[in-house]
DNA sequence: GTTCCCCGCGCG
DNA sequence: AAAGCGCGCGGGGAAC
């Protein structure tokens, strides 16, 4: 009697009736398991495989699946991601045979983000019975397992297969964060909010009013402008008081009115500061978002062309410093917020081996790095060469800097240069694991085309070299910026398994307003770009910092064997997190 | 009345 | 300060 084969995937999908199907793969792909199940009893057929056999979920739409089972209590070490994996695999320059994937075109979802879910009450089987989601990927069990056999073909045949992969598996995991970011939510102090719009603003005014120092702001305004009855947030019409006024700005947008002495631009100012806080991030928001001492924002992991996540609804990744001190701890908890250092910088200088830039960041500071190498005088200047580095820029301070850059750290420019040299061909650019900058549209190569005939005009020439130009630099920073989000993937895939490795602490050290699941144990509770914000009990707080170091090397070292690149961090353990 | 685009500004 | 990349959002106002 042979071993039965022990389940490397499980792959759930609606079958018939209502009813939901698992099937278990093992790593071969051949099925060693089959159960059928009503909806309801999902959550615990799914803990029972986790626990028993802790396989790799493959789910046709994360989001769609995980929250249910979240809700639930239950949660899972590993996904693969059928939706999001399909977007990466059927444009990747490293899949040479994708076109059965390109063929299974109901896999082909927009980028655009989910509708808002905010209800957490509708479950899938509810959305999908009535009208289905925008961006909806098929979630029937054939077609599932059918798409999975697609993937795990092309990912066979792939180039550089183990870093496609290590790509697959942070993408997925991601998706998985995605769905415990928005059940846990950040901790949120709504009194503390109150606090700040009250200092900023006046106190809280009755629906439809202004609040008392906006009125008094926007009066001394119109006085300064001997004009009582400007709009002020009206730009047109703000903008025709300035001219009126003497104020001979092109556009209303605070850096032009700082340059004019007038005495109406200071009030302005600071009244559109009022205003910005106001509309965004006033009373209303707090109304709409926070809930229990919680901010629930809807992350869309790969979101962006280049990797990173967007957000839909609530501005997840527009929190204003002003308002970090509302980011509380429950009491006995403690918030660790880490963010690293010039993350796209270290990428660069990883991906190209830039033996120079990786000296530079060495330890420190890459910015004050470059300073101490003799190549620039300040450290101002070296972030403005840099970041003129990675998004092409040519012109002021930073066209300046960027050609000393270009002297000292040539392997790292080279592989900017190619990349925006192939933008602007019309080419693809690929990051260091495999995600590959979507293709030009055949409209633009034939304009590109049109331009260089001898017949072509002026302006539509210098129209063409322009939208090239435009390209180049997108694709300049594509390559990096992507693999910064694969870095930063790779961190948070890594720190949220150590996190679920940690104790449980005893009812009584429970976070009280948040669900079951989170309450209990330190837990992700934000993250943008380079940052993250973990919520923890504060006798886990230093082993949460210290989860949040291991992770950063290990992504280090996962992304970059070898390398002597290094990622530093800026840690702080806190109740409240620091304005900044 | 609704839809769409632009402006301006918050974040990395 | 912005510039040079990537986003989301609210508001106004034109377009429908």
């Not at 550089?160 to 949120?188: F, K, Y």
Request: with cysteine.
């Amino acid at each position: 009697m042979t071993a039965r084969p022990s389940p490397a995937w499980c792959v759930l999908g609606r079958g018939e009736g209502g009813r939901i199907r698992l099937v278990a793969l093992d790593a071969d792909g051949g099925r060693c398991g089959d159960e059928e199940i009503d909806p309801d009893g999902l959550p615990a057929l799914v803990a029972r495989w986790e626990r028993e056999h802790s396989p790799r979920w493959v789910f046709s739409d994360a989001a769609a699946w995980y929250p249910r089972l979240l809700t639930a209590g239950v949660t899972l070490e590993r996904c693969h991601d059928l939706r999001l994996i399909h977007r990466i695999l059927r444009h990747s320059e490293l899949v040479p045979e994708a076109d059965a994937l390109r063929a299974a075109t109901a896999w082909d979802t927009p980028l655009d983000p989910h509708e808002p879910i905010r209800d957490t009450g509708a479950t899938l089987f509810d959305l999908e019975a009535t009208s289905p989601r925008r961006g909806a990927v098929p979630s029937d069990l054939e077609e599932t397992l059918a798409e999975h056999s697609r993937q795990r073909a092309a990912l066979r045949q792939a180039e550089e297969p183990a870093r496609l992969r290590l790509l697959v598996a942070a993408e997925s995991a991601g998706a998985l964060i995605a769905a415990e970011l928005q059940t846990a939510g950040i901790p949120w102090d709504v009194a503390e909010h109150d606090r700040i719009l009250t200092a900023a603003l006046g106190p809280r005014p009755s629906p439809g009013t202004p609040p008392s120092r906006m009125v008094s702001t926007g009066a001394e305004v119109r006085t300064a402008l001997g004009d009582p009855l400007v709009p002020l947030d009206s730009p047109p019409k703000l903008l025709r008081a300035l001219h009126r006024a003497g104020i001979d700005v092109p556009s209303t947008s605070q850096w032009e009115l700082q340059q004019h002495e007038h005495p109406a631009v200071e009030p302005l100012l600071r009244y559109k500061k009022m205003s910005r806080l106001l509309t965004a991030n006033g009373w209303t928001w707090l109304d709409e978002w926070v809930h229990e001492g919680r901010y629930r924002p809807v992350y869309v992991p790969g979101g962006v062309v280049t990797g990173r996540w967007a957000s839909s609804g609530g501005g997840a990744l527009q929190i204003p410093r002003q308002l970090r001190p509302a980011l509380r701890a429950d009491p006995g908890w403690r918030l660790i917020s880490a963010d690293v250092s010039q993350l796209e910088p270290r990428v660069l200088a990883a991906m190209s081996g830039d033996p120079a830039m990786i000296a530079a960041g060495a330890g420190k500071d890459l910015y004050s790095g470059i300073v101490e190498a003799g190549i620039v005088r300040t450290r101002q200047e070296a972030k403005i060469g840099v970041l003129g580095a990675l998004y092409g820029g040519t012109t002021g301070d930073s066209g300046r800097v960027v050609p000393r850059l270009r002297q000292n750290f040539p392997a790292a420019m080279a592989l900017v240069d190619d990349a925006a040299a192939t933008g602007e061909r019309g080419g693809t650019v690929t990051t260091w694991l495999g995600r590959s900058s979507p293709a030009v549209e055949e409209s633009w190569s034939q304009a590109q085309r049109a331009a260089n005939q001898p017949d072509a005009v002026a302006g539509q020439q210098e129209a063409a070299r322009r939208s090239a130009r435009e390209r180049g630099r997108f694709t300049r920073n594509f390559v990096v910026q992507g693999t910064a989000a694969e870095w930063a993937l790779s961190w948070m895939a890594a720190l949220r398994l150590r996190l679920a490795r940690f104790e449980e602490v005893p009812e009584s050290a429970a976070a009280a307003p948040s669900g079951p699941v989170f309450s209990r144990r330190a837990h992700l509770a934000f993250f943008l770009h380079d940052e993250v914000i973990v919520h923890a009990p504060a006798e886990q707080a230093e082993a949460a910092a210290e989860a949040i170091t291991q992770s950063a090397d290990a992504a280090g070292r996962l992304l970059f064997p070898g390398s002597p690149i290094d990622f530093p961090l800026d840690l702080e353990i806190s109740e409240r997190s620091a304005e900044k």
